[in-house]
């Protein structure tokens, strides 16, 4: 007797692209001072890399000193009488402490007239990962990949039986995800798939499949090509192409 095919209809997969788990993490931090002398040095990023790195703010003299502000570290000298509005506004003026760095009057802040005070070597804190969240891709329509393969090496040697080649595989090629939807051009998650491509910002997707088990293809991957199309008496669409970075993971 006959089985019935376990073949599954297309219609309900969905394909969805991560936050990076930025949006729900926090970042870390030093804050010292009170009331209006309150001021709060932070890492830009969200996450725990920005833990364990040293801000050292000594009050001396007359004059600004940067001994060091970089991606690992500050450490600053600033004159006795700055303000902590000042000494926020020397941060920004510097374009590595822009790139790395974030700076304001605390979590419960004042309003940043008071004199700052010093601060010893103290490592920031606080800074933890969140977890990813994936937001599905509207009105996709269809999908392709990611086409994996796997290259080939010639081994084939004067000991080769049979006069036949032989082969072994070497290097993994993760391949491309290609897919078609509906263009929506006010809709944010479409828009930030494009700001992803021209900014060369790498995402993970998440394939969920049809399957009553809801199977999963989690991979990352950066977005390589985006093709509108609008055509007479035809819904506007756009084509984009993935390129797969890493093996994807089946679950």
């Given at each position: 007797?006959?089985?019935?095919s376990?073949?599954?209809?297309?219609?309900?997969?969905?394909?969805?692209?991560?936050?990076?788990?930025?949006?729900a993490?926090?970042?870390?931090?030093?804050?010292?001072?009170?009331?209006?002398?309150?001021?709060?040095?932070?890492?830009?990023?969200?996450?725990?890399?920005?833990?364990?790195?040293?801000?050292?703010v000594?009050?001396?003299g007359?004059?600004?000193?940067?001994?060091?502000l970089?991606?690992?570290?500050?450490?600053i000298?600033?004159?006795?009488?700055?303000?902590?509005?000042?000494?926020?506004?020397?941060?920004?003026?510097d374009?590595?402490?822009?790139?790395?760095?974030?700076?304001?009057?605390?979590?419960?802040?004042g309003d940043g007239s008071?004199t700052i005070?010093?601060?010893?070597?103290?490592a920031?804190?606080?800074?933890?990962?969140?977890?990813?969240?994936?937001?599905?891709?509207?009105?996709v329509r269809?999908?392709?990949?990611?086409n994996?393969?796997?290259?080939?090496?010639?081994?084939?040697?004067?000991?080769?039986q049979?006069?036949?080649r032989?082969?072994?595989?070497?290097l993994?090629?993760?391949?491309e995800?290609?897919?078609d939807?509906?263009?929506?051009?006010?809709?944010?998650?479409?828009?930030?798939?494009?700001?992803d491509?021209?900014?060369?910002?790498?995402?993970?997707?998440?394939?969920?499949?049809s399957?009553?088990?809801?199977?999963?293809?989690?991979?990352?991957?950066?977005?390589?090509?985006?093709?509108?199309?609008?055509a007479?008496?035809?819904?506007?669409?756009a084509?984009?192409?993935?390129?797969?970075t890493?093996?994807?993971?089946?679950?």
């Amino acid at each position: 007797m006959p089985y019935p095919s376990e073949a599954v209809a297309g219609i309900g997969t969905i394909l969805a692209v991560g936050d990076s788990g930025a949006g729900a993490g926090t970042v870390a931090a030093v804050e010292w001072g009170t009331s209006n002398a309150k001021i709060r040095i932070k890492w830009r990023e969200a996450g725990v890399v920005g833990n364990g790195k040293n801000i050292t703010v000594v009050v001396s003299g007359s004059s600004y000193v940067k001994t060091t502000l970089s991606a690992a570290a500050i450490s600053i000298t600033v004159p006795t009488s700055a303000t902590v509005a000042q000494v926020i506004a020397y941060l920004y003026a510097d374009e590595t402490f822009q790139t790395y760095w974030d700076a304001d009057y605390g979590a419960s802040p004042g309003d940043g007239s008071g004199t700052i005070t010093a601060r010893t070597v103290t490592a920031t804190s606080g800074g933890a990962d969140g977890a990813e969240v994936f937001t599905a891709i509207a009105e996709v329509r269809s999908l392709s990949g990611p086409n994996m393969s796997a290259a080939v090496i010639d081994v084939t040697n004067m000991e080769s039986q049979n006069r036949t080649r032989e082969f072994i595989t070497s290097l993994i090629d993760p391949g491309e995800l290609t897919f078609d939807l509906n263009f929506l051009p006010g809709n944010a998650g479409q828009q930030g798939l494009f700001d992803d491509m021209v900014a060369g910002t790498r995402r993970n997707f998440k394939i969920t499949w049809s399957d009553e088990d809801a199977s999963t293809w989690t991979f990352a991957g950066l977005v390589t090509s985006f093709q509108p199309s609008s055509a007479l008496e035809e819904a506007l669409t756009a084509s984009l192409t993935v390129k797969v970075t890493g093996l994807p993971v089946w679950a």
